[in-house]
Structures are given as C-alpha cells and as structure tokens.
C-alpha cells in the first residue's frame, strides 16, 4: 500500500455542477421536473428519488427520522426553495413542518444515513458517517438533481455517543451562512428551512432542538472514498467513484484515466472554493476530509467565523487549540486533504506519478483563482507582474494594523485616484496612517497604469466587496432572540444577508464593526 499524504510545518500528517449526465425515471412514474411545471406539491408527495440509495446496502444504513416533539416553524429561504419549485411560504404549513423536521415521510422517499470515514484535525478517526443527518432523496431541477438532508433528525448507526440531535443555535447558524455564501457566489450547500422544538438537547447546558434541512446535488465527502480504501474494499471504492462519475461528472469520462481525471477535477474546484474563502475572510474552521465536499462545495457549518481585526493566524474554532485551521492554513490544509483523496484513490488511478500529476493542479488553480479575486477586489482590470508585491505589502498593512476586513475593502473603492486628500475615512482605519499612505501611493500609481476611472471602479469593486457578512455577534443576536421564541431577527438577517453588496441604507448598523461584548464570543465543534 503506497501512501501520499505529506505532513503539515506543524509536524501533523500533513453546480456551478456539470448537470447530471443521466436521470432515470419508473416506467409509468410522474416526470420528476413537475415542481417546474407549477403543479401544486403537497409535503406527501413531494417527488423525491434516492439515486445514492441504488448503491450497495454497505453505503449506508436505511432508517426513519426520529420524530420532533411538537415541532414549529422558525425560517425558510425563498432562494433556496425556488431551486427546487417550492414556494418558502409553503414550508409553514403544518405538512412540510412535519416533513421537515423529520415527524413524516414523502411516498417517494427512501431515508437513509452514509457511511463515511475520515481525518479528523490530521488524525485518522476510522468510521464515521452520518451521525446526525439523514438523507430524504434528491429532486430533479433543470440543473441536475438536488439532494434533502435532514441534519438534526435523530440518532443513526454512525452517531457514536452523539444523540444524533442539532440545538437551535447551531441550526441558525448554518441556516444563515449557507445561504449568506450562496449569495456572496461561493460554491456551498444550501439551506432550505429550519423546524424547532422545545426538546431539550444536552451541550454544554441544556439547549432546544432543532432540524435544518440542507441541500446539495450530493454529500459524499472526501472521507467516503477513504472509508473504502482503508478498509482494503477496492469493489466499493470503484463503484463509489463511478457513481460520482457518471452522476456529477460524466465529461470525465472521455479522459485517458476517469479517475486521475476526477482527482484532479476535485482539486481545482477545492482550490477555487477555498480561494473565494480567502478572498471574503471566511474561515471554515473544521477542515477534517469527512467536511470536504467531492464536487468542491462548502459542507458542514460549525465553528465557523468571518475576519473582523485582520489576523492571518486567527483561529475561528475555539477547540482547535494549535491552529491547524486558522485563516493562513486553509489553503495548505485544502492540498493537504486532496491528498487524503488522492491516496483514497490511488488504487482506481495505478500510479503515484498520475495521482501527483493530478494533486499538482492544485497550487496553480488556487493561485490564478486568488489572484483574480484579488484584482477584482481592488478594482484593476489588468494582470501585471508586480501584482503579487501589492497584495502582499496591503495584507503585511493590513495585518499591523489589524483593519476590519470586510469593512476594508468596501470602503476601498471610495479611493479617489487624484484626491488624496479625500483619504480620511480610510486612513482612519490604520493606526500608522503614513504606512496606508505609502501603499495607497503604490495602489495609486497601478490604478493610473491602467487608466482606471473613479466612478467605474467604484461600481466594479462593490460588486464583488460584500458590505454584509454573517458576523458572529450578528448570528449570537438572532440566535438569542429565537431562544425567547422572537424570530424575526433570523428572517431579517437572512434578507440582507441574500443582499450582501447591495448599499441597504436602512439596514446600515449591520455593518458595523463588533461592539465590545462580541469579544468574549466563542465557537467551538459543538456550534
């Protein structure tokens, strides 16, 4: 058995989809794409199939949802239920609060938990799989099929000694950054509701439940590939991979080896994912392959968190307490991972030289992609050489001064090319006014190269430069009042979150910097 998986400095073992090429549909069965057609959906007979459920019974475990106690609505995102035909207002009603909270079952669905495996902060942790979160069916839209997943539904053979429960505050959480992402044109899962209840949940003190139902055209995982392989299941491995193929990346197929050809095909979309990551502050905080999506999706919102006081080394996750997953790792940690694939994979590709070849497209792909969001960050139009000596002096500035990112680079593209003197608002971000002052006569110079125009740019830069991301104390906010039964701070965050470059004048102290109390906030896995 040959092994890839490098180690990290620290010493540690290192659709924007293809739509699906083949959807199959019952002789005699009703045309999923029907929610296209504007025929009236009731919960009962919401058209799902279970493509993943036609695998082997060894990828997964068939079961019910455990029922939620009295459960109620609490959020619902029209974006995201359009995707799939539903009108959100619907998702209150007393049918689809039942189905999605997991106290009833479509017809047409076939609910089951995956198996998967998977390292866990760069130690192999063997059987996992869905503890928590069950699988309901996918729906055919006109971009492929979109799989329901209930997270928070109840116990499951892979629980371990979790209850298989999620708590309201986590539920919230995901909810609204799922959808936050989606909006900033991050490739994500997607949320589509939240159902509560007032099941007390045990953490660190007793919460009340919650299910969040998330979507995405698949859930397989990096950590699905190597559970097979480390369980020496070269059959499994195969026929895991070819349904990933053939469901999400039939193009593959033409290539010399399919399955050098997926290796590499998921490592530039990780390299992408991360890179947009980068580019908006956002830090995943709990980057284990068993979170790594195979189509380059972000998966699995927990102790997340987006750059307030700009810090390379800042850590978002209070349990990984020697910072594997801070800000400045996740592109290295993001190679790292698709060389756990790689090695998964290994055997369905035949060579280390090829599994290489394909790992390599990594760095490069993260590279151009970051560069771009970069140069659209500031605003140019143009590539040039000493590009890369102006981003790295305005983040080394950045870092020294800790400047709110978010913040930065909104108020950036009120830069006047010809009007230093205009500079207050943004010299007023560094505490060493003259260094802004030098780099912002770099940034000058490179501006006037291209004859860049003030009021083009402007218009440019705020397109891509969100004013409103999903800060922490924004979320505790919400989160609080849905605990005293008030969710309106949940339905109003989730609309200017869906806005997110957009001025929103009347909702302009939700882009404030954190007050004082924000500070003492933590997030941790249990988040």
Request: charged fraction near 20%; proline fraction near 6%.
């Amino acid at each position: 058995m040959e092994f890839l998986i490098p180690f990290l400095p620290c010493g540690r073992p290192a659709r924007t989809f293809a739509p699906c090429g083949k959807i199959a549909f019952q002789a005699g069965a009703p045309c999923r794409s029907i929610l296209l057609t504007g025929i009236a959906i009731t919960a009962h007979t919401l058209p799902l199939d279970n493509a993943f459920a036609a695998l082997p019974p060894a990828f997964y475990t068939r079961l019910m949802p455990t029922p939620l106690p009295a459960p109620y609505f609490v959020a619902a995102s029209a974006p995201a239920a359009s995707l799939i035909g539903l009108d959100a207002a619907r998702l209150a009603e007393p049918g689809f609060v039942e189905l999605l909270s997991g106290n009833a079952v479509a017809e047409r669905s076939l609910p089951l938990a995956a198996v998967y495996s998977g390292h866990q902060f760069g130690v192999w942790a063997g059987q996992l799989g869905d503890g928590r979160a069950i699988l309901l069916g996918d729906i055919a839209t006109e971009h492929g099929p979109m799989e329901l997943q209930l997270k928070g539904a109840g116990a499951t053979p892979y629980s371990r000694m979790g209850d298989g429960r999620a708590v309201l505050r986590s539920s919230i959480r995901e909810f609204l950054c799922s959808e936050a992402m989606a909006a900033l044109g991050i490739p994500t899962s997607r949320a589509l509701s939240i159902m509560g209840s007032q099941q007390g949940i045990m953490r660190e003190t007793v919460e009340t439940a919650a299910v969040v139902t998330r979507m995405a055209p698949s859930f397989v995982r990096f950590g699905s590939f190597e559970h097979w392989f480390y369980r020496k299941k070269p059959d499994e491995l195969k026929i895991l991979a070819d349904y990933v193929i053939d469901s999400f990346y039939p193009h593959l197929r033409a290539a010399a080896n399919p399955y050098q050809a997926l290796l590499a095909e998921v490592c530039v979309r990780t390299a992408h994912m991360i890179a947009h990551w980068q580019a908006v502050g956002f830090m995943h905080g709990v980057m284990n392959t068993d979170n790594m999506s195979i189509l380059g999706l972000t998966l699995d919102y927990g102790p997340f968190g987006f750059m307030e006081a700009f810090d390379t080394e800042h850590i978002c996750n209070h349990t990984d307490q020697q910072g594997r997953y801070s800000y400045a790792n996740q592109p290295q940690v993001g190679h790292w991972n698709c060389y756990a694939l790689g090695q998964a994979l290994l055997p369905l590709i035949g060579e280390v030289a090829e599994a290489q070849a394909a790992l390599d497209t990594y760095q490069s792909a993260f590279a151009e992609k970051m560069n771009t969001l970069l140069r659209a960050k500031l605003g140019l139009r143009t590539q040039h050489d000493d590009d890369t000596q102006l981003f790295d002096s305005m983040f080394a500035l950045m870092q020294t001064n800790h400047v709110d990112f978010t913040n930065f680079f909104r108020t950036l593209a009120t830069l006047q090319v010809d009007a230093p003197e205009h500079d207050t608002v943004l010299r007023d971000m560094f505490i060493d006014r003259p260094a802004f002052d030098t780099w912002a006569a770099q940034y000058r110079t490179r501006l006037r190269q291209e004859h860049s125009v003030d009021a083009e740019r402007q218009e440019a830069m705020n397109l891509v430069n969100p004013k409103y991301v999903l800060r922490n104390y924004l979320a505790q906010v919400a989160i609080e009042k849905a605990q005293q039964h008030d969710y309106t701070e949940v339905a109003t965050l989730l609309e200017i979150l869906q806005k997110p470059f957009d001025e929103q004048p009347e909702h302009q102290h939700y882009a404030a910097l954190p007050p004082d109390w924000a500070s003492h906030l933590e997030v941790s896995c249990s988040s």
